[in-house]
């Protein structure tokens, strides 16, 4: 089967650095996810890794450890409006596309 | 504004009725997702189409059926509810051969089942 493992909740302060972690044991990895949902809302993207490495997109960036199995998104410079839920999810493949997600971790940031 | 819509947004349905959650994209991507997003256990894949005319199973089929006669709908059956099945659902798209190929997501289904 497949197992995505992310903490269930997190709390940070306003301007500070959080950092949640994904650990995956899938089979057919074709990249991994992160998104964003806020309460009552759609989740929307944030970052796309397939190889080794990390990506730097703003305060956002994601690395990715595929040996290990490993995914981080790294949040700098908090804002109240990153309160919301962080959602890891890899793509599958074997013939086929799928995503499947973690259970997602919800941050607060407080003041 | 192109992107997915999903109707009805929020439905209250007695056990046992047929329910048919619509889905349609205009972004004209090949691939289409159906997932219940239940609090504690995150998003599960229900049924999944990658291109029309083929749909597939993911994680959680069972009471529910698909069809994806043509690229822009990809409607999800519910042919008997049961109170199990309330959830908020979100339809999903994405372009496979696009550069990373995420999914974009409607803004969901709130279904009660009772």
């Known amino acids: 089967g497949q197992n995505i493992d992310q903490p269930t909740e997190m709390t940070a302060t306003e301007g500070a650095i959080v950092q949640i972690n994904c650990t995956y044991q899938?089979?057919?990895?074709?990249?991994l996810f992160w998104y964003q949902q806020h309460a009552g809302e759609a989740p929307t993207f944030l970052s796309y890794n397939v190889l080794d490495g990390l990506e730097e997109k703003g305060r956002f960036s994601s690395f990715l450890s595929r040996s290990k199995g490993y995914s981080y998104l790294l949040l700098k410079e908090l804002q109240m409006k990153d309160s919301a839920s962080y959602l890891c999810a890899v793509r599958l493949t074997s013939g086929t596309y799928k995503y499947i997600f973690g259970t997602g971790t919800r941050l607060k940031v407080l003041a | 504004i192109a992107g997915i819509t999903q109707a009805p947004t929020s439905q209250i349905l007695a056990a046992g009725r047929r329910m048919t959650l619509r889905c349609t994209q205009d972004m004209r991507h090949n691939a289409m997702y159906w997932y219940r997003q239940d609090l504690g256990l995150g998003l599960r894949l229900i049924h999944y189409?990658?291109?029309?005319?083929?749909?597939g199973k993911g994680e959680v089929p069972d009471g529910y059926s698909v069809s994806r006669a043509n690229t822009d709908d990809f409607p999800l059956t519910l042919a008997s509810a049961v109170p199990s099945q309330t959830s908020v659902y979100f339809c999903?798209?994405?372009?496979?051969?696009?550069?990373?190929?995420?999914?974009?997501f409607g803004e969901g289904s709130r279904l009660t089942v009772l």
């Open positions: 899938t089979s057919g990895f074709n990249g």
């Open positions: 999903a798209s994405s372009d496979q051969g696009g550069h990373t190929g995420e999914l974009f």
């Open positions: 189409s990658n291109t029309a005319g083929t749909t």
